[in-house]
């Protein structure tokens, strides 16, 4: 009998779509679900714009939006002026400390001296980065004072200092602090400063903050994925 | 003649001994692995770092530090307080009973103010110690300054 098995095949039909379609839906569905829900509901969520999340090693220290400097007016230890425009073409790493400091200055200078000798080996690309060290100590740095100073950390690293109202342009505008403490006598004041190291773009935008513990390793390699993920670097 | 010869060896050694051990038991403050890291030139005032273990039952007090190559030498705390990196003088520093006190870098360091002769590698600064009465005299070596990098990618 034709009838039959005919019949039995059509009433298979509609079950056999109807599973199917439920099958493609769910796994439709769950697809949905695991891989484009986050790109519809993470914005929402998080109140952040359609911008591209900041890659892992980076997101603690770079700053999306920048802040461009302006009004720079330092003196290098040369005795050459420095402006915004010196930060133009290179990555700059900005120090700020005083020569009277025996701990925390030479300190930092030499992480980054190791952070120097590590970074030809990170990535070749030219230009080279620049290290300013800002004596907040005009009175007492002079150029003649700030560049063999200097120098003895790296050959290449600059100090740079200027009259307090021009510093103050300056450390305002990466939120650097700094002050005085009075010490035994007139001449013996301390310094009081921040600790952090600022990354400027070759842009000349304020970019990036390290803070203390200062960590070679993780210095170079998050200034490595900062230089890969920056627009224009 | 072979006995007794055998005998003040035997003698030596343990005279030896009994010495070695008598003055560790004798110095239970000891003040070691003292230096100075090298400056620049230009530089007047220098950095100590050291380790002071008091093995007595009793805190000690080191209440001054001096050098005859530099006019005053204090005892600094480096704290981070308000964002900013400052120097907190200490006009005394108390040893524990049985424990010790480090100085290192970004903490506990001795401020050698206004040197008063140039020092370069190798040079050895004497520092005395006052710890209640007793005095203690100190070698701390001038050394290159250098951060270790610990990493162990240097790949090329």
């Known amino acids: 009998m034709n009838p039959e098995p005919n019949k039995q095949s059509g009433a298979a039909r509609p079950a056999f779509i109807i599973l199917t379609i439920g099958i493609v839906a769910m796994l439709l569905g769950s697809l949905f679900w695991l891989y484009l829900r ?42 050459q002026p420095f402006t915004e425009e010196h930060f133009k073409g290179k990555w700059s790493f900005l ?139 | 003649m072979f006995l007794k010869k055998y005998f003040s060896l035997l003698w030596v050694i343990f005279v030896t ?20 890291p090298e400056a620049p030139p230009v530089v007047k005032v220098m950095a100590g770092y050291l380790k002071i273990s008091n093995s007595t039952a009793n805190d000690i007090v080191i209440t001054q530090v001096k050098s005859a190559d530099f006019e005053t030498v204090e005892i600094h705390q480096t704290v981070e307080k308000d964002g900013m990196a400052r120097m907190l003088k200490q006009d005394k520093l108390v040893v524990p009973a049985d424990s010790e006190v480090v100085f290192q870098r970004g903490g506990l360091h001795l401020m050698l103010i206004n040197k008063k002769r140039a020092l370069k590698k190798g040079d050895k600064v004497i520092l005395n110690f006052s710890v209640g009465k007793s005095r203690y005299r100190v070698a701390a070596e001038v050394k290159e300054a250098a951060i270790e990098d610990h990493s162990h990618h240097h790949h090329h």
């Open chain 1, 38 to 79: 986050p790109h519809f509901m993470a914005p929402v969520q998080s109140g952040i714009s359609s911008e591209q999340a900041l890659p892992k090693e980076i997101a603690s220290v770079y700053i999306p939006k920048g802040r461009p400097l302006a009004g720079i007016r330092l003196t290098d230890h040369n005795n």
């Open chain 1, 95 to 233: 120090f700020f400390g005083f020569t009277h400091c025996p701990d925390v200055c030479p300190t930092t200078l030499l992480v980054m001296k190791a952070v120097w000798a590590r970074m030809p080996e990170a990535d070749k690309q030219a230009p080279e980065p620049q290290l300013l060290f800002v004596s907040v100590d005009p009175d007492r740095d002079t150029p003649q004072i700030l560049k063999p100073y200097t120098t003895f950390y790296h050959p290449d690293f600059l100090g740079v200092t200027a009259e307090h109202k021009f510093l103050d342009i300056l450390t305002t505008q990466v939120g650097a602090l700094y002050g005085y403490e009075d010490g035994e006598t007139e001449k013996d004041y301390t310094v009081n400063h921040s600790a952090q190291v600022i990354l400027v773009d070759p842009q000349g935008h304020f970019r990036a903050v390290f803070s203390p513990p200062l960590q070679v390793d993780e210095i170079v390699k998050t200034f490595t994925a900062i230089r890969e993920y920056h627009p224009g670097s």
């Open chain 2, 17 to 36: 001994l009994f010495a070695t051990t008598s003055i560790q038991a004798s110095e239970p403050v000891k003040i070691t692995d003292a230096w100075i």
